[in-house]
């Protein structure tokens, strides 16, 4: 049975993006609802294995605006997205999935990911357990 | 009934709520949460997330640099 929440969907693996999916899933904890996140295109490599660990991808362009962002952010303590969501899963029970199409398309497998990532699934497990959820795409 | 000063001066969106909710965690009825926050979105957020948990935003004030938020735990299940 589907429980309302909020369903985001992450779909580049940017710096800025992963800052907003940061703060949208620890709000959406915060706040005491059930999140999912669906993980697929260039957000994918970032939830590897240690993926977050190796260099940011800046949007082409924004190098000056980014450097002034990420050192604002180390400013305000800014926990980093990825902690973020790790209290997510841990505190506030979110689950991570993996887009099946794209994984078996780069031959990646469940071991090959994060350990914070809960399963690979299909578009459509995750539409109908995000059933009556917000869903936002990023 | 026991106060919780909570200071979250220097983190920002969503940090001062995320640091609020940990002291809430702790609290019981009838207690109150002091937060000290200036991240700009510190109190529109508290008093949102008072009328959605039923808990009451009790006021906020600027002291120096900063808001202090007060909030009564009233919505806690026993």
Redesign the interface.
Known sequence: MAEKGVSIVISSGTEEKMVMLG?LS??TV???MQLRIFVTGTAIPLFLKDGYKKHSVVPAGFDGFMKDLREG?A?????GWHELLQNCVKDGGAKIYVCSLMSSALNIQKKDLDPMVDDLVGATSFMIQSGESQLMVL | MTTFNVDSR??????P??DL?RAYKKSQNGDTIILLAN?PGAVPDTKT?CE??KNEFAGSKQVEDAFEITVKVASKKA
């Open positions: 703060v620890q709000t915060n706040l005491g952010l400013k305000v303590k800014f926990e | 220097g983190t920002a969106c969503p940090g709520i995320t909710l991240d997330w959605m948990t």
